[in-house]
């Protein structure tokens, strides 16, 4: 069993910047894929961003695209999502997730998740 843990979150205006970071522990680390989703009032699950970690393939949103990049650190097992030029529209509560091996764009493959983080963007 995998446990995920978001931080990172918080209240920041339009155009700042904020790092994201999901801690993965049990079993090995290089093994998972972790995918970001968010999910704003009242909407369904929105994918993000994702990396297998063996390799580190990554793929994100067109809608983050430019914005968005993921990184990872392998010796502390953390997914970092730093997200740049923040928009009113990147508000919503952000899911780091984790599925064997092969990342994913579609939330229902994911059977492990973290309990989210809140992201506002607001002036």
């Known amino acids: 069993q995998v446990q995920l843990a978001e931080s990172g979150g918080g209240l920041v205006h339009p155009g700042d910047s904020l790092r994201l970071s999901c801690a993965v522990s049990g079993r090995a680390f290089s093994s998972y894929a972790v995918g970001w989703f968010r999910q704003a009032p009242g909407k369904e699950y929105e994918f993000v961003a994702s990396?297998?970690?063996?390799?580190?393939?990554?793929d994100v949103a067109d809608a983050v695209k430019g914005r968005f990049t993921l990184s990872r650190d392998n010796i502390k097992n953390i997914v970092f999502l730093q997200m740049n030029s923040l928009k009113p529209e990147d508000t919503a509560v952000y899911y780091c997730?984790?599925?064997?091996?092969?990342?994913?764009?579609?939330?229902?493959?994911?059977?492990?998740w973290g309990q989210g983080t809140q992201v506002t963007v607001s002036s």
């Open positions: 997730a984790a599925r064997p091996y092969e990342s994913s764009k579609y939330s229902h493959a994911y059977p492990n």
């Open positions: 990396i297998r970690i063996q390799g580190g393939l990554s």
